[in-house]
């Protein structure tokens, strides 16, 4: 593995994520608690390998930002969604352990309530997790 692997995979990581929470959504609103459960831990999970990753290549690149290499509206469009990617990932590092505790100690009014705040925040970082990969690897990369 290269540190160029890092980004695609975490790109893959994210996605993974994605259609773990939507299964644990449509499981918990048929009612399927078991399989919402393990769906949503294994996307919390997921979720903590890709932070592991991300951390790991700002380390191995030295913080160095990836430049954008889009020009006119689609940077501000870019610019838009990263800014409020970051913010509310950030807010997901406290705010998805906190409905997970809320779940584990049984107080399940709270953990819906919690819930319906907290899942469409992850579930946007998530799909704007594997944008930001396309945006700058794929579809407007920076030329060198």
């Not at 994210?14 to 294994?42: E, P, Q, W, Y």
């Not at 996307?43 to 890709?50: C, L, N, P, R």
């Not at 020009?71 to 590092?93: D, F, N, P, Q, W």
Request: proline residues 4%.
């Amino acid at each position: 593995m290269t540190i160029q692997d890092i980004p695609p995979l975490n790109a893959t990581l994210n996605a993974v994520s994605t259609v773990l929470l939507t299964l644990g959504f449509a499981f918990i609103k048929r009612g399927n608690r078991g399989a919402h459960r393990k769906c949503m831990l294994s996307a919390g999970t997921v979720s903590a390998v890709f932070l592991i990753g991300y951390v790991t290549h700002k380390v191995l690149i030295h913080g160095m930002h990836t430049p954008f290499g889009g020009e006119g509206a689609i940077r501000t469009v870019y610019y838009t969604m990263l800014i409020s990617h970051i913010i509310l990932a950030i807010a997901i590092a406290y705010l998805v352990p906190r409905t997970f505790a809320l779940a584990i100690k049984g107080d399940f009014e709270r953990h819906r309530a919690w819930a319906r705040w907290v899942f469409p925040i992850w579930y946007y970082v998530s799909i704007t997790g594997v944008l930001v990969y396309f945006f700058l690897y794929q579809w407007w990369p920076a030329t060198s």
